[in-house]
Structures are given as structure tokens and as C-alpha cells.
């Protein structure tokens, strides 16, 4: 992929000592940062909701509500309003799971911050891009397999909520 610099618009070259760095002929730094994202597991009765994609990339498998976070956003207030937007139902977040980065398919690097939040209202309407199948719950100690899942890094966030969940008291 070629990346042109922000300041003088030349081609630029990465560094290989710092893979994040692109220098253009001129000397212009241009650093590469992955975009930030807040990605939720709604929770309710020991079960996590789960959509299921209507558009690329990987229409039909089962995809977590998220989104990137917009400028003066915190990361909390992404995860409700795209819950809202992508499901139709409110949450309370309740707990950050973790981050795990990942690369979106037109090769920009996110990392994704993964909350865990608790149903509250409303009933779980899809959106556009999850409206490719009825939304479902699953079982927290019976999540979905690899191949059922939008994205590689769900089975890393999966297998950590499993672990907040057996760690969690009165549950
Ligand atoms: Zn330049």
C-alpha cells in the first residue's frame, strides 16, 4: 500500500525500525496510529447478544454491536450509542473486558476496546448492517465457535469473557 505524506503530499516510505513511521522525500514524519474502536458484549441472564452481519465484510456470521469512536467521544459513550444505533435496545456498561487490535479489511490497523454492558430497555431491533438474521443470545459458557464469527480477534475477547464471567460474584 502506498501512503502519501499528510504535509506535502509525496509518496512515502515505512521505517524500518519503526514499523508505525512513514517518511516521505522531503523528511515529513508521518505517524500511523490504528483507528480506535468500542466494540460491546451486551449481557443479560448469563447470556451475551450476538447480531448477524448484512454486508461485507462476512455477511452471515455473528457480529458484536461497535463501532469507531468519533472525535469527542469517549469510549464508553461509543459503546452505548452503537448499541443503540446497531440493536435498538439501551445498555449500562458495566465493566471494560479489554483491547485487542485487529486489521479492517481495507488494511487499517484498529484496536478495538471491548465493554461489557448490561441489557436495560428496549427491544433488540437490528440495524442495517446487522439485520442479516434474527439477533441471538447465546449461553456466556457456550459462545459461538471460530467459524460463526465476523472477526479472527472475537475468539481472544470470547475466551476472556468466559473468564470475567466465572470470576464474577453473585451471577
Ligand atoms: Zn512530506
Keep these: 500500500m502506498t501512503r ?3 504535509t506535502c503530499g509525496s509518496p512515502t516510505t515505512q521505517q524500518t525500525e519503526k514499523q508505525n513511521l512513514w517518511v516521505c522525500e522531503n523528511k515529513h514524519d508521518n505517524w500511523i496510529n490504528p483507528v480506535a474502536g468500542s466494540i460491546v458484549f451486551v449481557i443479560k441472564d448469563g447470556q451475551a447478544l450476538f ?15 461497535g463501532g469507531f469512536i468519533e472525535l469527542g467521544e469517549s469510549a464508553e459513550q461509543t459503546a452505548v450509542r452503537e448499541v443503540k444505533a446497531e440493536l435498538g435496545i439501551d445498555v449500562t456498561v458495566i465493566d471494560f473486558l479489554g483491547s485487542y487490535p485487529s486489521t ?4 487499517r490497523a484498529t484496536i478495538n476496546f471491548v ?4 441489557y436495560t430497555a428496549g427491544e433488540v431491533t ?8 434474527d439477533p441471538m443470545w447465546r449461553d456466556i459458557e457456550n459462545l459461538p465457535a471460530q467459524d460463526d464469527l465476523a472477526w479472527e480477534w472475537y475468539a481472544d475477547a470470547q475466551k476472556d469473557l468466559s473468564e470475567w464471567w466465572q470470576r464474577k460474584p453473585g451471577k
Aim: aromatic residues 8%.
Design 104 to 107: 479492517y479489511t481495507n488494511g
Design 4 to 6: 502519501y505524506c499528510t
Design 115 to 118: 465493554f461489557i454492558a448490561d
Design 51 to 65: 447480531g448477524v452481519r448484512s454486508i461485507d465484510p462476512n455477511p452471515g456470521k455473528l457480529c458484536l454491536p
Design 126 to 133: 437490528p440495524g442495517d448492517d446487522l439485520n442479516g438474521g
